[in-house]
């Protein structure tokens, strides 16, 4: 994870407000980073980041390792961060969640930029799924 220091937008954040974003992070503050579970160290990385009042984050594989319900609750806390205007980039192998936090995907293979659509796009193409992912048939599906 990677933030760029800015002025505006992530401003203001304090550690109320991070905790109201990740309210697990409150009841763990007692907890060393180490041993949090692998959601709460993702939220750990997001909340530090928003620290030093981001305008812009850098986000690697976010859902790697995560339960269903950890993802679908950071993609909901990143989802609230867009709406307050910090941007996002999002490197992640998981079309749903790739596609829950943003307008627009750019498809890697072979380290170039295969393609690049819209995600409803991308969701709606059974097609172009297999071609470039290789997955069959998930239209629609919720980030999990």
């Known amino acids: 994870m990677m933030a ?66 950890v993802v679908e609750q950071l993609v909901a806390a990143l989802r609230s961060l867009s709406q307050e205007g910090i941007g996002t980039l999002v490197v ?13 995907l750019a498809v890697m293979v072979g380290g170039r930029i295969a393609l690049e659509t819209t995600s409803a796009a991308m969701m709606a193409s059974a097609e172009d799924q297999q071609r470039y992912l290789g997955v069959k048939g998930r239209r629609g599906q919720r980030a999990r």
């Open 92 to 104: 992640e192998q998981r079309l749903a969640v790739a596609a829950a936090l943003s307008r627009r």
């Open 4 to 69: 760029e220091r800015g002025g505006e937008p992530g401003a203001g954040w304090t550690r109320e407000r991070v905790h109201a974003l990740f309210p697990r992070l409150l009841d763990r503050r007692r907890v060393l980073a180490d041993a949090l579970s692998g959601g709460e160290q993702q939220a750990l990385a997001i909340a530090r980041a928003l620290m030093i009042g981001p305008r812009f984050l850098i986000l690697d594989e976010i859902s790697e390792g995560l339960a269903p319900l």
